[in-house]
């Protein structure tokens, strides 16, 4: 282990194996990753059924047979690796960055690298946060902490359960459990819709008899030394229980799947700004957040659905940390924004929000100075500013769809294309969904036979497309076509 690092990567899960390699394939020689848990592979080592991999390798595999993948290929590097290890702190820096860390092997250490990617993925909801009342008896857990006592340490965790919460993981513990010869009385979901992917409905639920109850909620949790009885009501629009619409279950054990919170502790205390709506940082084309060397991928910046997605979008924050480290990126632009700056020209910022104002600037800037190579840098600047390719655009969005991710694209950095994920507020029958310019002209569309809340959906925009855009903004929309 060295004391400086080209990168470091925070998280040894899936998308910290996937940013690591793409990184060392982009040229990057001294990357340290840095793992919380005593080996590789994050949350995959206790997914132990199939349906991974479809998407990145083209086969089905099981959670760890996917990590095994990307932990062979990384053990096949020269990329060091420090298990055991929690980050205590993030202090950002002009000429590069500090962790301050502790480690089983090497206790307390601090050490700098000139990026860093964030690649912490996410936690679950817990009892507390959704505040059930009833007693505090046993038998009471986190889908994902059942999902390691059952696949890993070998504990069974209860004989009838009952699962609050449609998303993916507790709908897979769902037939985990009933595999495991444990009866799973009911899921209940509070929204009118299913949290989860279709297929794993389809196949976790429907397949094995297990009851949904839609726009339902646990009300009331009972239970001396370990739990007995949960009560479940309706709920209305409002998502307020019902009375007399009370269900009495029989149970011993409740696993919660009530959502899951990317972990930016770390982020924040960096002054990483974040997304309310994702809990994830804000973040550009490439995955750089709002401070210059820091990248994001992975659950830590949106909860994703498939792990696939997860090495995919890594690999593009690997490749654009390995360009910023060598300083591949933009070195005009650079040196244009810190001419300028330099003789009271008003740019606030090389993201150049306001383009033709900066082209004003700019202008009045080369009329005011005879040095011919600030003349001829500034000219370039206008230049790209006229043709709509030097500023950053903010991407929106109206009232059907909950975030997107990236929230920001710096045109000029989209080598040929760049894809916005989102995700839909409310189930949409035969959608459209539109990319608008200025609120008016549409530079994209596509059409699906429907989207739900559970499932994220992706608008992919061409150089070209965004060349065409002259203002600063971007929204996307989702109609229903009747």
Do not use: W
Not at 233 to 256: C, W
Not at 348 to 355: A, G, L
Not at 429 to 439: A, L, S, T
């Amino acid at each position: 282990m060295h004391d400086e690092y080209e990168l470091i990567v925070i998280g040894g899960g899936p998308a910290g194996l996937g940013a690591a390699l793409s990184a060392r394939e982009h040229g990057l020689e001294r990357i340290l990753v840095v793992e919380r848990d005593v080996q590789l592979g994050g949350i995959l080592n206790q997914c132990i059924h199939n349906g991974f991999g479809l998407h990145y390798f083209g086969e089905e595999l099981t959670g760890p047979e996917y990590a095994a993948r990307l932990i062979d290929r990384l053990n096949g590097q020269a990329i060091d690796v420090l298990c055991d290890a929690m980050v205590l702190e993030i202090i950002p820096g002009e000429n590069g960055h500090t962790l301050r860390l502790m480690s089983a092997d090497c206790g307390y250490r601090t050490v700098g690298s000139q990026a860093i990617i964030l690649a912490m993925g996410c936690r679950e909801r817990t009892r507390g946060a959704i505040q059930i009342p009833g007693t505090r008896a046993a038998g009471i857990f986190t889908a994902g902490t059942a999902q390691r006592y059952v696949n890993i340490e070998g504990y069974m965790v209860g004989r009838r359960i009952i699962i609050l919460g449609s998303g993916d993981i507790g709908l897979i513990m769902a037939r985990r459990m009933v595999l495991e010869g444990a009866t799973v009385v009911a899921c209940v979901e509070i929204m009118p819709y299913p949290g989860g992917l279709t297929r794993n409905i389809v196949q976790c639920l429907q397949d094995f008899d297990i009851p949904l109850y839609l726009s339902h909620t646990i009300t009331r949790i009972e239970g001396k030394q370990r739990v007995e009885k949960v009560i479940v009501q309706e709920v209305d629009d409002r998502f307020h229980p019902i009375d007399g619409t009370d269900i009495a279950f029989d149970v011993d054990t409740v696993l919660l799947s009530v959502g899951l919170i990317p972990e930016n502790e770390l982020s924040r205390a960096a002054g990483v700004e974040i997304d309310s709506k994702t809990s994830g940082p804000i973040v550009y084309e490439n995955g750089e957040t709002s401070v210059p060397g820091i990248f994001a991928c992975g659950n830590v910046l949106h909860v994703h659905d498939l792990v696939d997605f997860v090495t995919t979008e890594s690999e593009g924050a690997g490749k654009a940390a390995a360009e910023y480290v060598l300083r591949r990126i933009d070195v005009l632009e650079k040196r244009i924004y810190e001419k300028v700056s330099h003789d009271d020209v008003n740019l606030q910022s090389p993201s150049y929000d306001d383009p033709q104002k900066v082209a004003c600037e700019a202008e009045h800037a080369r009329a005011s100075h005879d040095d011919v190579e600030r003349s001829a840098l500034i000219d370039d600047l206008s230049k790209k500013l006229v043709q709509g390719r030097s500023y950053c655009l903010s991407i929106v969005r109206d009232e059907t769809i909950s975030y997107t991710v990236p929230q920001r694209i710096r045109v000029q950095r989209v080598d040929k294309q760049v894809s916005v994920f989102f995700r839909v507020k409310n189930p949409q029958k035969m959608p459209k969904c539109i990319v608008f310019r200025d609120g008016e002209r549409i530079v994209a569309s596509f059409r699906r036979p429907y989207m739900m809340p559970g499932e994220m959906e992706r608008v992919t925009l061409t150089r070209e497309q965004l060349d065409d855009v002259c203002g600063n903004e971007l929204l996307i929309s989702v109609e229903e076509i009747r």
